[in-house]
């Protein structure tokens, strides 16, 4: 089932956004869709909820929300130029008004010395607004509290924007 | 958390499709982005899902599936066709060689005689292949259990169209 603490603060946030005819749109790499589903699990929610890429594959990236691949290729698909170029290629393919993105790794393997698993880059788009960015070391926690805590991170990157 | 008997299927559904070397992506209305987010819960499972198109509206399932919307407004998008065009939409935008696709009245609104809450319809396809169509009354067991039901049967859905 999915947490209710992350089903409350989606319940806050849908408000929040309904108060501000406010859509949003999801573009999810190591979450992998969890941040939509989260979303879409309450009821009504299909007023506030455009759409989700879920872009787990490099191709994903680039075919669906036009990152470039020398940019993954250079800076890794972990990166925060990544997660910008993901939040803004999601504002710019689908009709929300604010995005937020995730990358990172959820581990248990593919973790470096300069990007160990448990690192999550996190990026917010808003029309007319600058991206807001922030990166979280969660550390070896284990993969789905990893994703857990990045719905929770996620969720949180689009209140502030919408605050600002 | 994800439900045990769902990450256990996943993780067979996963070794099937590495075995005979098929990517998998998903399109999803009601689930949201579950059957994605499930499956990449598994770790590995990027050699598998190349990526989840989450179609919550009506326009993202027009602009990311090609899913016409006088198909939507004429036949409902909890219908045969739209998750037949949903799947063969995700396979022409992906790198993927078989889809699911997944729309149904997850409730508790939304409900109508004919169209009741926990219809869902889902639809497999494959390269090559004619895609694969079944429909499920799920019955008013709550939104959270209409979802999980959704996505054990887009797995099963998957399962039955690689056996064939």
Request: glycine content about 10%; aromatic content about 4%; some cysteine.
């Amino acid at each position: 089932m999915l947490p209710d603490f992350l089903l409350d603060q989606a319940t806050g946030l849908l408000q929040l956004c309904r108060d501000r005819g406010v859509m949003i749109a999801t573009a999810e790499s190591c979450t992998g869709g969890l941040v939509a589903a989260t979303l879409t699990q309450i009821a009504g929610s299909s007023d506030v909820v455009d759409r989700g890429f879920v872009t787990y594959s490099n191709a994903a990236k680039r075919e669906l929300l036009g990152v470039p691949l020398d940019m993954i290729e250079q800076e890794g698909a972990v990166s925060e130029a990544v997660v910008r170029a993901m939040a803004k290629g999601a504002l710019a393919r689908s009709k929300a008004d604010v995005t937020v993105s995730i990358s990172g790794v959820a581990g248990p393997g593919g973790g470096t010395a300069e990007k160990p698993v448990g690192l999550v880059h996190f990026a917010a788009a808003r029309t007319g607004r600058p991206t807001l960015h922030r990166a979280c070391r969660f550390g070896e926690v284990g993969r789905a509290e990893v994703r857990w805590k990045s719905v929770a991170e996620a969720m949180a990157l689009i209140e502030t924007i919408l605050a600002e």
